[in-house]
């Protein structure tokens, strides 16, 4: 191997790190051209280590790695985005990990995408303190989508194709993502129609349009699928 491939340059998010050993530490990096990977920061936990205070959890930056057999090594990282809208509020901090390691557990290794790089980018560049549940509930939805786990939900009754009209519940079969009526089957799962009307809109918005405005309060109440879609996805995967 010559020495101009063992070395290169990637741009990319930490979006988690374990410490292992003396002073070193394993990060989880998401790179704009080699997506999800671990690599390794040796000494960065030491006093006069040039890596000290700037490997951080949520970060966007630059590093110059080097190829291993095992982990690749990060010699230099320079910042390009702390993320302060995440960082100056503690339950934001810990909403933000907390969805990005639920979002990540779906992603294989050592693939390039740039659309889940983006998801992850417009996500922790726009989660707010008000907002930061229904922001990563919207996260993960929009994450399974693009895996092709999701499809959209109908609103008429699969068995007398009747339409519901705005204030009547339904009944959700989240095995195959149908819908019934009342009269036509007792399912355990009962859903408002505005509820499934507002889970077809986030699969239909883009998302940095959905985040990146006021309209995000519009789905708070996704919430209430969330339980159900979650337990239905971790059954598939
Ligand atoms: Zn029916």
Known sequence: MNLESRYYYEEGLIIDRRKIGDGDLVLLF??????????K????LKIKNRLRGKVEVITLGKGYFVKRKELDLLINWEVI?????????????????TYIKRAEKFLPEGVKDNEVFDLLYIFLKEIKKN?????????????WQKLGLLPFIPTNCVKCGRKFSSDEKLLLNIEDYKVYCVDCNNLDI?????????????????FNYMIGSNMITRFEEIKKLMPILTKRIEQEV
């Open 30 to 39: 998401y790179g704009k051209e080699k997506g999800k990977y671990w690599v």
């Open 81 to 97: 985005e702390r993320f302060d809208n995440i960082k100056r509020d503690v339950d934001t901090f810990i909403h933000a990990t």
């Open 190 to 206: 009962e859903i408002d129609l505005e509820v499934i009307n507002k889970y077809n809109e986030i699969l239909t918005y883009d």
């Open 131 to 143: 907002n930061a549940t229904t922001s990563g509930d919207i996260l993960l939805i929009k994450l």
């Open 41 to 44: 920061a040796p000494g960065a």
